[in-house]
């Protein structure tokens, strides 16, 4: 209940809107474009998972991780993962919305990225939190794949491959 109320109250209230984008190409840059600040949260796992890993007690490379060295790894290979479903359905997403709904872009990349930095830090915490950030994460994720599907085989069934 809390990403549709999140995302709808910043459609409303923030003040900025989606340049004119008319042609498939100019939306899938838009999207290609936005999709890169939703790499900040996995970069930065990156960052600290190597931190980690060089500040860790342990000097062989193939022995046991230690829990600080394991919650960063997991953070980055699961964020690495849904970050590739982000980014080809927002994709998909970004040719099928109207343009006055292309300000739901910034939105869902800003979503993105704050749901894997409050996955990360709720895993960090305590294991049994990381389910808040987790689907805050794929939830949204979801719809947009519903939405996709919807386009393309009720919406435009005639240029479902074109």
Aim: charged share 10%; aromatic share 16%; proline share 6%.
């Amino acid at each position: 209940l809390l990403c549709p109320c999140l995302i709808y109250g910043a459609y409303v209230f923030l003040p900025f809107d989606a340049p004119l984008l008319p042609t498939v190409s100019a939306r899938l840059v838009y999207a290609l474009r936005c999709a890169a600040f939703a790499t900040f949260p996995v970069v930065l796992g990156m960052i600290i998972s190597g931190i980690s890993r060089l500040c860790s007690s342990a000097l062989e490379p193939f022995g046991e991780l230690q829990r600080e060295v394991e919650i960063h790894r997991t953070y980055v290979s699961q964020s690495v993962q849904l970050f590739i479903l982000y980014f080809f359905n927002m994709a998909v997403l970004a040719t099928y919305l109207p343009q006055e709904l292309l300000k739901l872009i910034p939105l869902l990349t800003g979503l993105f990225a704050i749901s894997r930095l409050i996955f990360w830090l709720s895993y960090a915490i305590s294991r049994s939190f990381r389910v808040f950030g987790f689907s805050m994460t794929f939830l949204p994720l979801l719809a947009m794949l519903v939405w996709n599907l919807y386009g393309m085989f009720v919406l435009e069934p005639e240029n479902l491959l074109s």
